[in-house]
C-alpha cells in the first residue's frame, strides 16, 4: 500500500470520526444560546499542537496550589471578545476548538472537567497563551507573554481610556484625535520595550524608559531610542521613524 493510499485511509477514518463526535461534543456545551465555534481539521490541529508545545516548553513554570488562584491574572491576557483556541489534550481528534474567550472564561469548569482537570489555551498565532497542567503532587501553570509592572500599567491605561491618539517626539502621528489607537500587544524583554497598536503599528523601545500614567494621558520617556513602524493604509510601503530623546505619548480624545 502507497504511503499516499495510507494517508487518504487516515483521513476517510479522522472524517469519521468527527461528523460522529463533534456533535456529541456541541451537545455538552453549557449555556443558551452557544456562540459559534469552529474546529481546526486535522493537519492544522497537529500544526498548532507542535508549535503550541514549544511556546510552553520556553515559558517558565510556575507551581499553583489551585488554578482559581491565578485565574483573574491569566485571563487579562485577552478581552472577553477575542476568539481563542481550546486545545484539549484528551479527546484532541475532534480538531482544536475556535471559541469566545468570555464564553470560555465563563464555562471555564466544564474546560477544566473537559480534559480532565487540565486547561490549555492560546491565540490562534500562538501570540499569547497558557498551559495548566494538574497533579497528584503538584500543578503546573505556564503563559506568555509574562506582563512586566511596565507592560500592565500600559495595558491597565488603554483598558482604561478606551485608547488615545499618538504622539511622537516629532508631533501628532495623524492629525489629532482623527485615529484612536489601541494596544494589542505589550512585552518588555532584554532591555527592550515593544509596542502593537491596532495589529499594524509598532513601537520598538530601548533602554530603561519611563512609563507614567495619568488620566487622560499615557507617556513613555527616557529612553535611549525608539522606532515606529508603519504601512500607509491600504497599501504595502513600510515607513520608519527614530527618536534618539524626546516623548511618546497617547493621549485620550476629550470628553
Given amino acids: 500500500m502507497t504511503s499516499e493510499r495510507k494517508q487518504r485511509i487516515r483521513e476517510l477514518a479522522w ?9 456529541v461534543f456541541l451537545a455538552r456545551l453549557p449555556g443558551n444560546p452557544v456562540p459559534s465555534i469552529q474546529f481546526l481539521d486535522l493537519d492544522e490541529t497537529k500544526r498548532v499542537g507542535r508549535l503550541f508545545s514549544e511556546s510552553v516548553d520556553s515559558a517558565p513554570e510556575v507551581k499553583v496550589r489551585d488554578f482559581a488562584e491565578r485565574w483573574p491574572e491569566i485571563s487579562s491576557l485577552w478581552d472577553r471578545g477575542e476568539n481563542v483556541l481550546w486545545l484539549p489534550i484528551t479527546n484532541w481528534e475532534i480538531g482544536y476548538v475556535l471559541l469566545p474567550f468570555g464564553y470560555l472564561a465563563d464555562h471555564i469548569d466544564f ?10 489555551v492560546a491565540d490562534p498565532d500562538l501570540r499569547r497563551g497558557f498551559s495548566y497542567l494538574s497533579g497528584e503532587m503538584e500543578n503546573v501553570l505556564q503563559w506568555w507573554p509574562r ?8 495595558q491597565d491605561w488603554f483598558q482604561r481610556s478606551g485608547g488615545g ?28 520595550l515593544l509596542l502593537e497598536l491596532d495589529n499594524t503599528i509598532l513601537i ?41 530623546d524626546g516623548e511618546i505619548s497617547f493621549i485620550a480624545p476629550p470628553g
Wanted: glycine fraction near 12%; hydrophobic fraction near 30%; charged fraction near 20%.
Fill in 111 to 120: 474546560f477544566l472537567g473537559e480534559d480532565g482537570g487540565n486547561l490549555h
Fill in 204 to 244: 520598538l523601545v530601548g533602554g530603561a524608559c519611563q512609563v507614567s500614567s495619568l488620566r487622560d494621558t499615557l507617556t513613555i520617556s527616557k529612553f535611549a531610542h525608539a522606532i515606529l513602524s508603519w504601512k500607509e493604509y491600504g497599501g504595502e510601503q513600510m515607513h520608519l521613524e527614530a527618536y534618539s
Fill in 165 to 192: 491618539g499618538l504622539k511622537t517626539p516629532t508631533g501628532w502621528f495623524g492629525r489629532p484625535h482623527d485615529s484612536i489607537h489601541q494596544c494589542t500587544y505589550a512585552e518588555q524583554r532584554d532591555g527592550h
Fill in 15 to 23: 472524517r469519521t470520526y468527527v461528523v460522529r463526535e463533534r456533535p
Fill in 147 to 154: 506582563h512586566t509592572g511596565t507592560t500592565r500599567v500600559i
